[in-house]
C-alpha cells in the first residue's frame, strides 16, 4: 500500500509542469534574474544595466526604463548542465555549421548596408559639392556685380526722390557752410597760440600707463574720442560698439550696431558708427536713432567736417558719402576708381583726403566732388591725418615701419619718420607740434619744433595698440589695445 502511494507522489511530481525564468536579451536562464516593474519583462543583470546606461530604454517595448525600475527575483542558483546535443562530433559539426550560416548571413546584411550607406555618402558628396559651386558662382556674381557698380559714373536722375545720392556736388546751403568754415579757421589759424597747460615734451617724456581697462569688444580696429575727452567709442567683430568712460573706467552705453564695426566717430553728444555690411548709423544715450546711408560692401572709414554739419563715410564699393547732418540725408555720393580704406577732412573742411588701395592718396573739393589732387603714397595706406598747420599731411602704409610726412603746398615728402615697427595709425595734436604713432610693435610720439625745424622723439613704449587718440590739453593718450581694451598713457 505504501509502495503504491509513494508511487503515486512520484508520478505526481514528475507530470507537475514547471516554470523557466529566460532573459529576454539572451534568451537563457538568467544567473542573476531581474524583472522590469512596467513590462514584468525578465532579465539577466548585467545585460539589462549595460542596455540601460547606453539607451535608457526596455530593449523589448522600447519605454523609458531605469535602474530603479529594476526589481531583483530571487532563485535557486543551480549549475547549468552541458546540453546533451553537444556531447558527440556529428552535433558539435552540426552546431558548428549553424553558427557558420548566422555569420554568413551576417556577413551579407553587412555588406548590404555598406552598400546603401556609400551610394548615401556618394550622394550627399555630390550634393555639397554642387552647393559649393552654386555659392561660389554667386560670390562671384556678386563680387563682378559690385565691380560694375563701383565704375558706374552717375550722371543725373529723373527721379529726384529716388536718386538724390547721385548729386555730385554739395547743396549751396552746405557749399556755403563749407565756405563759412575754411574762411573762419584758415584766418586764425597761423596766428593761433599754444594753449595754457598744454603738454611739453617734458610731459609727454613722463608717459607711463597709468589705467587699463580689461579687453571689452574683441576685434576692435579704431576709437574715438569726444569733444571732452572723457569718452572712448569702439566696437568689435561682434557688431556691438561701447561708450567707455574713462574717469569712470567702465562702459556707460552698449550699442547693438548688428555686424561687426570697422569705424566710429563722434558727432557732438552722439556717436555715429560703421559696420561691415556697409551701414553708418546715429546713437544717442544708446540707442539708435538714424541710418545714414549704406555702401554695397564694407564701410572702412568716418570722418566729421570742421563745421560739425558734414559727416563722410567710405566704402570697399569704392566711393564715399557726404551726409547732411541736419537733414539726416546724403547729400552727395561719389565714386572713385579703387577701394577706399582711410579718410580725413582738411582743418580747413575744404578738402577730403582719402587713402586707397592702390596706393594713392587723393584730395577731393567737398563742394564738388572733383579730384582736387592725388600723389603716390608709397604702398597701401592705413591712417590719414592732417595737421593742424594746414599744409602737412601724415600718412601710414599698412605693413611698413614709418610714417610719411607730405608738404601739400609742395606735393612732396619732407620727412619720414621711422618706429622700427608696422604702423596702424597716425594722429596730430591740436597744436600740430606731437604726432602720435600707434602699432603693434610700440606707442611712439614725434615732436616737431618750429623754431629750429628740427623732429625729436619724445616718447616711445613697447606697448602693443591698434589705435589711439589725445587726450586732455595732449596730457594723455588714449590707446586701443590688440585685445580690444582701453588703456591710457598719462
Known sequence: MASTMFGAATSNIRTKPTAKMLCA?????????????????????????????????????????????????????????????????PSLLSAFQAEWDAIALE????????????????????????????????????????????????????????????????SEELAAKVDETMQQLSSTRRKRPIPDGWATAETIEAFEPTDSSEPLYPGSSIVSVDKEKDLALFGGADGVAGVYSVSQKQVVHALKCGSAVTATAWWGPRQVVATSAGAVKVFEDGAEVAQLGSHAGSATSLAIH????????????????????????????????????????????????????????????????????????????????????????????????????????????????????????????????????????????????????????????????KDLQWGPDASSLVVLTPEGAISILG
Open 25 to 89: 536579451i539572451s534568451g537563457e536562464a538568467p544567473q542573476f534574474p531581474v524583472a522590469s516593474r512596467k513590462s514584468g519583462n525578465v532579465f539577466e543583470k548585467r545585460l539589462i544595466e549595460a542596455h540601460i546606461s547606453e539607451h535608457h530604454t526596455d530593449p523589448v517595448t522600447g519605454e523609458d526604463l531605469s535602474m530603479d525600475d529594476l526589481i531583483e527575483l530571487k532563485s535557486s542558483h543551480v549549475v547549468k548542465p552541458r546540453p546533451q546535443t553537444l556531447t558527440s562530433i
Open 107 to 170: 556577413t551579407f546584411t553587412l555588406k548590404q548596408q555598406l552598400s546603401q550607406t556609400r551610394k548615401e555618402l556618394s550622394t550627399a558628396l555630390y550634393q555639397n559639392d554642387a552647393a559649393t559651386r552654386v555659392i561660389a558662382r554667386i560670390t562671384r556674381e556678386r563680387d563682378e556685380a559690385r565691380e560694375a557698380l563701383s565704375n558706374v559714373t552717375i550722371s543725373g536722375a529723373t527721379n529726384v526722390d529716388a536718386m538724390q545720392v547721385d548729386n555730385q556736388e554739395l
Open 306 to 465: 570742421p563745421s560739425g554739419d558734414i559727416l563722410a563715410s567710405t566704402g570697399a564699393d569704392k566711393s564715399f558719402m557726404f551726409y547732411d547732418l541736419t537733414s539726416m540725408k546724403v547729400a552727395s555720393h561719389i565714386y572713385t576708381d579703387t577701394e577706399i580704406l582711410c579718410s580725413e577732412f582738411h582743418p580747413d573742411g575744404h578738402l577730403f583726403g582719402v587713402g586707397g588701395k592702390d596706393g594713392q592718396i587723393k584730395l577731393f573739393d567737398v563742394k564738388t566732388g572733383a579730384n582736387a589732387a592725388s600723389f603716390d603714397a608709397g604702398g597701401v595706406p592705413n591712417s590719414l591725418s592732417f595737421s593742424e598747420n594746414g599744409t602737412w599731411l601724415a600718412s601710414s602704409i599698412k605693413g611698413q615701419t614709418s610714417v610719411t610726412i607730405f608738404d601739400l603746398r609742395k606735393m612732396q615728402t619732407i620727412k619720414v619718420l621711422d618706429v622700427g615697427s608696422p604702423v596702424e595709425s597716425v594722429h596730430w595734436d591740436y597744436t600740430g607740434q606731437f604726432v602720435a604713432i600707434a602699432g603693434p610693435g610700440c606707442v611712439s610720439v614725434q615732436q616737431y619744433v618750429k623754431s629750429s625745424k628740427s623732429w625729436s622723439e619724445p616718447f616711445r613704449k613697447a606697448i602693443p595698440a
